[in-house]
Every structure is written in C-alpha cells, then in structure tokens.
T-cell receptor
C-alpha cells in the first residue's frame, strides 16, 4: 500500500482564490509527522508546513494551512489567496516514527498547481 | 544561515562509470538524507546519515552508497552507472533530533545524466 496518496495530478485555481490539495496517508505508527513541500520548475524543494501526529491544532503558516483529520488519515493543504508564484508541484510527505530512530520520508506523487490570472 | 548546497549541479557520465555527489547541510544540522527523483518513480529515499552513521536506508542496490564526515558534510557515490540512474539527486538536512524542528531543508539538487 502507498504510504502517501495524492489523487490530484493537476489542479487549476483562479488568482486570489483558495485551493485545497488532497493528501491521505497510511501508517500504524502513533508517532509521525506530515509535511508539504513546493517544487517550482527550478527544481528546489521548499518546505511549507508541518503537522505532528500529536498536535491538537491544525498547522498554519501564512497563507498555508494544513487540514489535519487524523481519523480519516488525511492532511490536506489549503492555500488561501492564490498568487501566480504559487504555480508549482506540491508534494505531501510523511516521516514515520520518532525522529531519533531515523528520518525516512515517504513522498506522494505530487499535484501540479497552476494559478490562472 | 546558508542553505543546503550540493555540488556539482549538473553531471554527465557514461554507463559503467562511477560518480560522487557532495552535500553540505545547514550549519548545525546533523542529519543528511539523500533522495532520487525521476519522472517515473517520483521521489525515493536513498539513505540518511546522522553523526557519521547511516541511520536509515531505502530500497536501492548496493551500487548506491554514502558517507558523512565529522563536519556533517555528506557524499553519495554511485558505482557502475546505468542509464536508469539518470535523475535529480536531492540532499536534505535537518537537525535530526527528537523535539524538533522536524522539517528537512533541501538543496538545489544534482542533475545526473547517464549516456
């Protein structure tokens, strides 16, 4: 089974609108971390937001928020007020287990977001 | 703070050759992970080093190896290159300690082309 599933290969959003990128994960470990990264056409991976499995509140970072639904094992990224510079590939990732036992990350296949002027 | 740096940025090699890629993590970060990114397979974890020890390993053949030095800089080596090794190789660093922060910061990658 896939550890991280992103079911939207491509998404379009109008500039200034909000968009939700879906991510579901699969783990039986009670301790894990969920991440979203952005990869522009330049290739560099840019960290956006983190949610720990024990965190009670949904994470927010500026225009990014993570809609964490633990029982459904989903960690959707919400981008508010989309900008043209948000056009990129977006990857959901999971660190399974405690940090000090190793940092293996599992990445989804990504969602290509295009912001339309 | 300077970010993660990777050298070289681009590399062209011939089948059968070997290659060494280098990664310098963010100052103070002790964990360095390596990933292979290809259009077909996406991002795949190769291995992670922490304080000069390999702490975790992905499912890659033994031709892929790495090491970490006392200053946390890491190298990745691929021997007997195959055409399928053509990929973007990404290095990521993090503090690697319990208690966080947990996010990995990525370098710009090395684009390896095997002909």
């Amino acid at each position: 089974a896939q550890k991280i599933t992103q079911t939207q290969p491509g998404m379009f959003v109008q500039e200034k609108e909000a968009v939700t990128l879906d991510c579901t994960y699969d783990t039986s470990d009670p301790s894990y971390g969920l991440f979203w990264y952005k990869q522009p056409s330049s290739g560099e991976m840019i960290f956006l937001i983190y949610q720990g499995s024990y965190d009670q509140q949904n994470a927010t970072e500026g225009r990014y928020s993570l809609n964490f639904q633990k029982a459904r094992k989903s960690a959707n990224l919400v981008i508010s007020a989309s900008q043209l510079g948000d056009s990129a590939m977006y990857f959901c990732a999971m660190r399974e287990g405690e940090v000090n036992t190793g940092n293996q990350f599992y990445f989804g296949t990504g969602t290509s977001l295009t912001v339309i002027p | 703070k300077a970010g993660v740096t990777q050298t070289p940025r681009y590399l062209i090699k011939t089948r059968g050759q070997q290659v060494t890629l280098s990664c310098s993590p963010i100052s103070g970060h002790r964990s360095v992970s390596w990933y292979q990114q290809t259009p077909g397979q996406g991002l795949q974890f190769l291995f992670e080093y922490f304080s000069e020890t390999q702490r975790n390993k992905g499912n890659f053949p033994g031709r892929f190896s790495g090491r970490q030095f006392s200053n946390s800089r890491s190298e990745m080596n691929v021997s007997t290159l195959e055409l399928g090794d053509s990929a973007l190789y990404l290095c990521a660093s993090s503090p690697g300690l319990a208690g966080g922060p947990y996010e990995q910061y990525f370098g710009p990658g090395t684009r390896l082309t095997v002909t």
